[in-house]
């Protein structure tokens, strides 16, 4: 069962121009939704992340909206720039009995910014 | 600070072999989690290690094992490999074993033939 869906699987934007990247989950008990960022051989790196109790999140280019009602949540890449081509992953998690944490990736966008 | 280091960089098994991983966390880290990432996929969690236990399993086989040791580092075993293993093995390193937010390594990718 795929508890995070993300779409689209790839992107292409023009230099300046704008980056969405949606995500829906089903599981209402996840409490904290991050975006990463994952540049080929590299491992993911937390890009920005939110929590269900506010609806938008904004750090530098990068803006997280968060609809808890509809259980959908995006990000926003502003005047997107070729160095942010890279594979971008929503995820979701909760901590679990036992106190361990674990995170629910989506299947990932493929962002290419072209100049 | 030192980062989450991982080894080796590359493997090639054979299907029915055994193959050990290992991870090193990021300084003041005392959880170290692994993730399996197939070819165009997102992480998939295997496990999550806190004070040298098993704290937490997604849904892997028992063949799947780890451990953790007193200075944090971590390994991953996987016992009678199967093609399908072929993946990105990630660790990541958080402080704390319900803290959210994760570092990872650059991963060690696995191929089995």
């Known amino acids: 069962q795929q508890q995070v869906k993300q779409s689209p699987q790839s992107l292409i934007v023009q230099k300046g121009g704008i980056s969405i990247i949606n995500c829906a989950y089903e599981n209402t008990a996840f409490d904290y939704f991050p975006w990463y960022q994952q540049f080929p051989g590299k491992g993911p790196a937390l890009l920005i992340a939110?929590?269900?109790?506010?609806s938008e999140k904004k750090e530098g280019r990068f803006t997280i909206s968060f609809n808890k009602s509809a259980k959908q949540f995006s990000l926003h890449i502003m005047d997107s720039q070729p160095g942010d081509s890279a594979t971008y992953f929503c995820?979701?998690?909760?901590?679990?009995?036992?106190?361990?944490?674990?995170?629910?990736f989506g299947t990932g966008t493929k962002l290419q910014v072209i100049p | 600070e030192t980062g989450v280091t991982q080894s080796p960089t590359h493997l090639i098994k054979t299907r029915g072999q055994q193959v050990t991983l290992r991870c090193s966390s990021q300084?003041?880290?005392?959880?170290v989690s692994w993730y399996q990432q197939a070819l165009g996929q997102g992480p998939q969690f295997i496990f999550q290690y806190y004070r040298e236990e098993e704290n937490g399993r997604g849904n892997f086989p028992p063949r799947f094992s780890g451990l953790q040791f007193p200075n944090y580092s971590s390994e991953l075993n996987v016992n009678a490999l199967e093609l399908d293993d072929s993946a990105l093995y990630l660790c990541?390193?958080?402080?704390?074993?319900?803290?959210?937010?994760?570092?990872f390594g650059s991963g060690t990718q696995l191929s089995v033939l």
């Open positions: 990541a390193s958080s402080e704390g074993a319900s803290n959210e937010k994760l570092f």
């Open positions: 300084s003041g880290h005392n959880t």
């Open positions: 939110i929590r269900p109790d506010v």
């Open positions: 995820a979701a998690s909760r901590a679990r009995s036992g106190g361990y944490q674990k995170v629910t």
